[in-house]
Structures are given as C-alpha cells and as structure tokens.
C-alpha cells in the first residue's frame, strides 16, 4: 500500500468514527435530556463527565493533529507520523506536535532512512511514555536557517538517563533499557550521514532527542 492510501485509510477511519460518534451522540443527548427532565442532576454531572468530556478532548485532539500534520509536505512521513501519533494516543498518551510552518524533508537523508530514523525514536518515546507516571510525548519538525531539525521528547519514570551508559548500550547487539531499543540501528543509519548530528538530553523526568540536519 503506497503512502497516499494509507493517509487515506487514516483519513477514512477518522470519518467512520466521527459517524459512529454521531450516532452515539445522538442517543447520548435523548439520555441526557431525560435526566435533565428528570432534574437528575448526579446523572447530567455523569454523563458529562464520563462521556461528553473526554469525546471532545479526544476530537479536539485528533483535529490538532491533522492539522499540524498538514504542514508535513511528504506522505510517506506525514502517514507515518499519523500512525505512530494514533499509536500513542490509543496508548493514553498525551501528544504535542510542533510542525508551524510548512516543511519538506530534507532531500539529503533518503526517505527510508528518515523513516525508520523517526520510528526509531518514536517507538522509543512511546515505549517510554507508557511507563512514566504522566505519560507526554512532544514531537518538534522544523527548520532553522540551514538547519533541519526534528526533535522528540518524552517523560520517564527516571529523574533523569544515563547518558552516557545509554551511548554505551547503543553500540551492542543488545540493549534492554527503555531508551536502548533501537539505538544501535539508530547510530548506524546516522554513520551514513556524517552532517547530520545527534543530541540526547535529559532531566526532570524527561528524555529528548534531537537530529540536527547541517547542510554540510
């Protein structure tokens, strides 16, 4: 399946659910407005809270992310972003993206590596994010003078990783940290590109990446 359609099966499993929920919606507001009759107000209070709230964050975030992700001029990446954004928030994650302005991928890296460079850490975040007490993601693609940079960040259940045992555990064949997986494909697909450089930071709770694309 080519980017194209998988953006479109996103796109249509988007307009399926948002039919579902108006279905529901529908039978929802005959519940309420019977309870409010009723001048139940515990059942109002209920139903507000369990259901209508947490619909319209839900809404309101899958819109953000569409809309930001508009700004992505690729398919192939702006379909994979879609995926692992929709992975993470089925996960209960809480997902920022930063894309402001419109951005094409830089032609240096092929669409391959790029692809499995923002999966790598990604999954990473992901993988991470679901094991910290408040599980965030934050995920920045932007361009600064000649730079191009992508930087992703997330929560952990540690105050802050080890660097540098981290930078270790990446050039084995196995790495069992949370942050380890993945990492020595990482560096690999990065020695492949010697203008591209790669910072780790860490504090508070919270891990980030971030891949500076130079233009030399």
Same mark, same amino acid.
């Given at each position: 399946?080519?980017? =194209?359609?998988?953006?479109? /099966? ?19 507001? =005959? ?16 139903? +507000? ?26 398919? #192939?990446?702006? /379909?994979?972003? +879609? ?9 209960? &994650? ?5 894309? #402001? ?39 920045? +693609? ?15 259940? #540690? #105050?802050?990783?080890? $660097? ?8 084995? &064949? ?6 380890? $997986?993945?990492?020595?494909? $990482? ?8 203008f591209i450089e790669n910072r780790l930071d860490s504090h508070n709770h919270y891990f980030e990446q971030a891949i500076i694309i130079h233009p030399n």
């Open positions: 399946m080519n980017s =194209l359609q998988v953006y479109t /099966s996103h796109i249509e499993e988007m307009y399926d659910n948002l039919r579902l929920f108006r279905h529901d919606y529908k039978n929802l507001l =005959l519940s309420l407005d019977d309870a409010i009759k009723q001048r139940n107000i515990d059942q109002v209070e209920s139903i +507000f809270n369990r259901v209508i709230l947490p619909t319209n964050t839900k809404i309101d975030t899958q819109n953000t992310v569409l809309s930001k992700l508009s700004q992505v001029q690729s398919l #192939e990446i702006k /379909s994979l972003l +879609f995926d692992k954004v929709s992975l993470a928030l089925e996960k209960g &994650i809480k997902v920022n993206l930063e894309i #402001e302005k419109p951005i094409t991928p830089s032609s240096k890296i092929d669409t391959i590596d790029l692809i499995r460079i923002i999966s790598i850490l990604f999954d990473n975040a992901i993988n991470a994010a679901t094991k910290a007490k408040d599980g965030k993601i934050n995920f920045a +693609f932007f361009d600064d003078q000649n730079d191009q940079i992508l930087i992703i960040g997330n929560t952990t259940t #540690e #105050e802050k990783v080890d $660097l540098q045992r981290l930078t270790k555990q990446s050039s084995r &064949i196995l790495t069992p940290a949370v942050h380890g $997986l993945g990492l020595r494909n $990482l560096r690999q697909l990065l020695s492949r590109y010697p």
